[in-house]
């Protein structure tokens, strides 16, 4: 049954902590990304990766850090310095980053709800 | 900067009304236009338009793109309450394949 995987659901970060999130695809998909949702505010990129040991900063990366050691695997960790963390976050892959002609459609997995204790 | 912004933010019918959501952009060399629905959790996709005025059907859903007026609808037909999700669009418009997501449609279908 082919897919992404995040976990866990829910997440709880105490202050100062790092906390990581998992993400896993069988996708076979070259290209994977790490959103954050916020009400009001649809997705924003935070990282993305395009091959194995390289990726690059989105729009909103400051306090978080990626790590693509395999193909199949993409996690997150959210550092102390991100202090509003609190959200709904959300990973995607695709079969790579440009798709047909420039044309990528992402699939994303069900997310990890982060909260602040 | 890119921008993609959807209207109305939220929308509330009744089974069988049919309702149309408006997405429209600005964005660098546009390459598509993505719907996706949100249900709980994690978002689906629905339809990817490249070309103005072809017509993407899927059962009662149907979108269409507009490149000169910069902007898509997403039609859905018959509602029904298991239509009720966010709706969100996305655009793809550098080389390396980044969406701009809009702010999403809640839709909330009534029995």
């Known amino acids: 049954d082919g897919g992404i995987t995040q976990s866990p659901k829910y997440l709880f970060r105490k202050e100062g902590q790092n906390v990581t999130l998992s993400c896993e695809q069988n996708l076979n998909h070259d290209a994977m990304y790490w959103y954050r949702q916020d009400p009001g505010q649809g997705l924003r990129l935070i990282y993305y990766?395009?091959?194995?040991?390289?990726?690059q900063k989105g729009d909103i990366a400051e306090g978080y850090s990626v790590s693509r050691e395999k193909k199949e695997s993409f996690p997150l960790t959210v550092t102390s310095a991100q202090k509003n963390p609190t959200a709904f976050y959300l990973c995607a892959s695709s079969i790579d980053l440009l798709g047909t002609g420039g044309r990528n459609i992402q699939y994303f997995g069900a997310g990890t709800r982060l909260s602040v204790l | 900067e890119d921008k993609v912004v959807q209207s109305p933010l939220s929308l509330v019918v009744h089974e069988g009304d049919t309702v149309t959501l408006n997405c429209s952009y600005e964005v660098t060399n546009f390459r598509s236009l993505l719907w996706y629905k949100q249900e709980k959790k994690a978002p689906t996709f629905l339809f990817m338009l490249?070309?103005?005025?072809i017509e993407k059907k899927s059962g009662r859903l149907s979108s269409i793109l507009d490149k000169k007026e910069l902007f898509s609808i997403l039609n859905i037909t018959a509602t029904q309450t298991g239509d009720s999700a966010v709706y969100l669009c996305?655009?793809?418009?550098?080389?390396?394949?980044?969406?701009?997501f809009g702010q999403g449609t809640i839709l909330t279908v009534h029995p």
């Open positions: 490249t070309s103005s005025g």
């Open positions: 996305a655009v793809g418009g550098t080389s390396y394949g980044k969406l701009t």
């Open positions: 990766s395009q091959i194995v040991n390289d990726f």
